[in-house]
């Protein structure tokens, strides 16, 4: 599929991706935006022994713009928006507010003084996949979910390969209930420079796991899933999704394909044309799931570029905080204090409802 | 200070905190309400090695009622609540839609098969401080705020000692954007059956610091935060206020006792007077940090029951997920999946305004 690498006034990437050539790629941006300056900081927290992004400048990013000044709408006469093109199918560029930018090195864990610092290197990206304002991913056909998935994985590949790069991050917040600051459907794509807190406690367990039972332990969850079947909510040719048996929101579904991959680059394309059914499925089940567009975080676990990659699995976790058509479960203390979580539904039934909104 | 036991309708606990010996208590709660026989479970998670508690019952927990129809007001005729009383001061008591209930064994983790389950031990309470409905901590006076001081004290003592129980958490969510569900300002008491996921973090952290320099981590953060000096809020005699260097959220601060005690019981008397002052000091910088009443989480962080009570530090966090006066900051992707934190604020902008905010 062809790919069409642009840059923006400021000097930010961005690239189309279409179902086929076309003659109207690529418009120069005729917008005047500097370049911005500010770089994002890290901070290393001693206590949980985690960075955080310390990142003043996003204070200022666009929040909820009415719909008719949509920076993530094609450009029109009279106005000009980030993708500078009257149409697009799907579209990358650099975010103009990141957590992450410029280049650096990647970082451990384990830090030595007590106020360690670092610049926030790593890249942030949007991914645009439809030009309808309105739209939503679970509203798309196959054919562009299937487009979706290459950019992902081409994202994937490149950004893994850049200086510095410890992790590449692949998700979309669909909802102003997740904090969504721009209505326009859009994903995004966080290129980490150190291993995510999640992913490294993870793989810290599938490390424990193969000494004590020398199989993978990604390996294990799925077939023990499959085996006793009351959470599985769909089987396709090279996908499975189920409910966690220890679900911690109220929706929540992860999907894993059938044969264990690192990442979204790894996946051939026969799997890859899978996966645009079997994702479209599950997220118009999640819409079934109250009959209200389901407010969700799909997010894409990848192995690390350069660490533990026998051992990851690549699989998407899709949650949402919705709890009842008209109630949200909040992360208060004893989850975001303590990291304990509790869950109002079990698992079992999510998996039920979420099987019987199939074909929604 | 008097501590009175009484139970409620279905057996549940209830302990009254006053001032002074009054005759007005205890008095019966002449309500019809049956025991609950519903018990949440905990499940273990084997990828993150958490127990997450499914907790099907409270989904139906009372949720935001009237203010006529509010069950932590006292009792009148006509209103029986769940404080069987015309008055009180502060007075806590059993939650009837508890994520723990129920005895059992404290748990560890690394558990051996991928689908463990346990009866969700432990116990859950309820601490009302004020009979004003539109009351709130900030605005208690210092007498009260010392008599709430002495009834956490005595609920950690307490529930430390109950059989299984792996740590007491003390904490007040406050504001519905953080998920409040009764409007009634109100705190709450979990004693889990196992150590917390952050806990456990942060003494992992703490453990290795000591084999590697001999010292206690708490200790030399403190240190280093009074030496520092640009993040301090505020000094009293015994307790000393920083917003930590790598915060996470928009408003935090953390609060420490100078000299370093394992949990509220163990401190004396003069510093529970001490931080009567120093608390409400806190929480009215926190209502000045916007001029709105601040949606928070105040999170006591104590020691485990069983383990490492000589490594670690009670100490306060308090946070809040307002970014602005007019925006919240939400745990999307980037926090909610991956457990990386990007901080739109500043930490020492973070406390230059909660210094300023001060005798608001």
Redesign the interface.
């Known amino acids: 599929m062809p790919r069409t690498l642009t840059h923006l006034a400021d000097g930010r990437e961005l690239i189309y991706f279409d179902t086929a050539l076309t003659q109207r790629r690529p418009e120069g941006d005729s917008r005047r935006i500097a370049p911005r300056s500010d770089v994002?900081q890290l901070?290393?927290?001693?206590?949980?022994?985690?960075?955080?992004?310390?990142?003043?400048h996003?204070?200022d990013r666009t929040?909820l713009p009415a719909a008719d000044d949509c920076p993530l709408c094609p450009s029109r006469e009279g106005h000009l928006t980030e993708i500078p093109c009257p149409d697009y199918e799907v579209v990358v560029f650099e975010n103009r507010f990141p957590?992450f930018t410029g280049s650096g090195d990647s970082l451990i864990y384990?830090g030595e003084g007590?106020?360690e610092t670092r610049p926030a290197a790593g890249r942030c990206e949007v991914v645009c996949f439809t030009s309808d304002h309105d739209g939503s991913f679970a509203r798309l056909d196959a054919a562009r979910a299937r487009l979706v998935i290459e950019a992902w994985a081409d994202r994937t590949a490149e950004l893994s390969a850049l200086p510095g790069i410890a992790q590449v991050?692949v998700?979309?917040?669909r909802g102003e209930a997740?904090?969504?600051t721009m209505r326009h459907p859009h994903g995004?794509i966080?290129a980490?420079p150190?291993v995510?807190?999640?992913?490294r406690?993870?793989l810290?367990?599938?490390r424990?796991?193969r000494e004590e039972t020398g199989r993978n332990?990604?390996d294990?969850?799925v077939r023990?899933e499959l085996d006793?079947g009351r959470r599985v909510v769909l089987e396709s040719q090279h996908w499975v999704a189920f409910v966690?048996?220890?679900?911690?929101w109220p929706v929540e579904v992860h999907l894993y394909p059938r044969r264990r991959v690192p990442d979204l680059a790894a996946l051939s394309p026969e799997v890859r044309d899978d996966l645009a059914e079997a994702y479209l499925d599950l997220l118009r089940r999640g819409d079934a799931f109250f009959g209200i567009p389901l407010p969700y975080?799909a997010?894409w676990?990848q192995a690390p570029v350069r660490e533990q990659r026998d051992d990851a699995a690549l699989h998407l976790?899709l949650?949402s905080v919705q709890?009842?058509v008209d109630?949200?479960?909040?992360?208060?203390?004893?989850e975001?204090?303590?990291?304990?979580?509790?869950?109002?539904?079990?698992?079992e039934?999510i998996a039920q409802r979420l099987r019987e909104g199939g074909g929604a």
């Open positions: 994002p901070r290393h927290d001693p206590l949980a022994d985690e960075w955080v992004v310390i990142a003043g996003r204070m929040f957590s384990g007590l106020f991050f998700f979309e917040n997740i904090g969504v995004q966080y980490y150190f995510t807190p999640t992913t406690a993870h810290t367990s599938v424990r796991y332990l990604y294990d969850l023990a006793d966690p048996f220890a679900a911690r975080i997010a676990h976790e949650f709890r009842a109630k949200l479960k909040y992360l208060a203390g004893s975001s204090a303590m990291g304990a979580f509790v869950n109002d539904r079990e698992p039934s």
